[in-house]
């Protein structure tokens, strides 16, 4: 079946994100697109069209993945006790030395990984270390186009490495490993920005529906003029602009040291805040960070699985929505969410949520979950006519069994999508008005042939990063030490984060 042809999927419970309500409904997809929607039995329509029986289904919008990095999709499992910074101090050998070819079969995993959870697009924060490549960059693309998901990927950028950005770190090094930690320099600015042009100036050559933007990766990992030089690629090129912030407690204090204020205030004073800005986890937002960013009319990438692995807190979401701040779901990477599951994700924003002191009111309902893995998303991918259930949107779906013992008894299913389901209940996902999961079976790649390429990517890579490897397990109990006392310093924000205290 190909984007041009007729499809009726009849009598389905069709949830529609932006009400929250779940009725049955024909969808006739046609060219890709939702073209009608109607009661069941409703639409008059030539009997040459394919009709596909969905009354045991529930159809909801394909998920959305706001923030994810398809470099480290071989490296999941790696990491079990790992906070944010021991697994930055990995970050050199986890995405070092890599070929094209080692490129496409992470990012290939990953997307088959998500195509069978549910998910239809995602944002790739790409990472390549030194420096980002045009062919490392167009492999990755190649990748989500062969598995046939949408994508927006952007180069992940800095010119200063963990041990140059924050202060003190490497001074409180034993000399032996002050005096190796050289190795994982980075390429200069000059070079990184010449790369991430070569990339922009390629973006004609990328697969349909593959687009480019930007995303230095923390404020504080850049200089004020490569962050200047990101914003300038942003606005020659249109490009939308991604960067963590306030992921941890650490980065927190770095930021107040750095620039005497947050790092969202001083990205505001160089002019990065936008519409087309997107702050992610964002854990560690005060309420004047919060109100900048909906001035400018930002977005922020909440990232749940990541935050509670990593423990570096828990995004409180409430306030963002209360601002009127688009917030948009995520898993980040393997390395540190594992499964990409948006499904999990979205159980876990739902919990993560309740943590805090006060009414219940700061909740976030099924509605709202669903409403941030499927339109805040597609907000955040400027995939304006994605996450939506009404005509003329992009016939991106999935399809969940309602006779899977997730939904039995189907008491309240669009509740049941929060609290019960997972990868097991999906059935069928289409992308663009195709299958590319179909009766539970991913139909665009060989899983069983992938397997065997990425076992034997892997063991190249073990054997190539092993002596990087060592070096970054000799640091990470000194990084890991040092950010821990120098995270003990008070924060405006510590209300929030840490239940019962005033």
Known sequence: MTADDGLLL????????????????DLLIEGGKISRIGAPGTLDLPGVVKRHDARDRLILPGLVNAHTHGHANLMKGVAEAWTL??????????????????????????????????????????????????????????????????????????DQTLFQSIPGLAAALPQHLRDTVGQFDLASGEQTIAAVEAIAAA????????????????????????LRDCIDIADRHGFAIHTHIAESRLQAVVASKTYGRSAVRYLA????????????????????????????????????????????????????????????LATDGANSSDSLSMLQAMRLASFGARIFTGPRDGWLHASEIIRLATLGGAKILGLESCGQMKQ????????????????????????????????????????????????????????????????????????ATGQARALAGQLEPHVVAFAQSMSDEPLAIERYIRPGRK
């Not at 009849?10 to 409904?25: C, F, Q």
């Not at 960059?137 to 990927?153: E, I, N, P, T």
């Not at 973006?203 to 490569?226: L, Y």
């Not at 299913?413 to 999906?426: E, F, G, K, R």
Request: aromatic share 6%; net charge negative.
């Open 10 to 25: 009849t009598g389905g419970l069709v949830v529609d994100p932006s009400s929250g309500n779940a009725d049955r409904k």
């Open 85 to 158: 910074e021991a697994s930055l101090t990995n970050g050199p050998w986890l995405a070092g030395t890599r070929d094209p070819e080692t490129i496409y079969l992470s990012t290939l995993l990953g997307a088959v990984d998500m195509l069978s959870k549910g998910c239809t697009a995602c944002f790739d924060l790409v990472y390549e270390f030194p420096r980002p490549t045009k062919e490392g960059f167009k492999a990755a693309a190649q990748a989500y186009a062969d598995a046939g998901m949408r994508a927006v990927l952007a180069p992940m950028v800095a």
């Open 203 to 226: 973006r004609s050559d990328m697969p349909e529906n593959i687009s480019i933007a930007i995303a230095p990766t923390i404020p504080h990992h850049c200089s004020e003029r490569f």
């Open 269 to 328: 004073d160089l002019g990065m805040l936008r519409p087309r800005f997107t702050a992610a986890h964002g854990v560690w937002l005060d309420d004047e960070d919060l109100d900048l960013l909906a001035q400018h009319h930002c977005s922020i990438a909440h990232i749940p699985a990541s935050n509670f692995r990593l423990g570096s807190g828990v995004a409180y979401v409430r306030p963002m929505l209360a601002r009127g701040i688009n917030v948009g």
């Open 392 to 463: 003329g949107a992009c016939a991106d779906l999935v399809l969940f069994d309602l006779g899977h013992v997730d939904f039995i008894p189907d008491a309240d299913p669009v509740n049941q999508l929060v609290t019960c389901a997972d990868s097991a209940s999906v059935t069928d996902v289409m992308v663009g008005g195709v299958f590319k999961v179909r009766d539970r079976k991913v139909v665009s790649v060989d899983l069983i042939e992938l397997r065997g390429r990425v076992r034997d990517s892997v063991a190249r890579l073990s054997a």
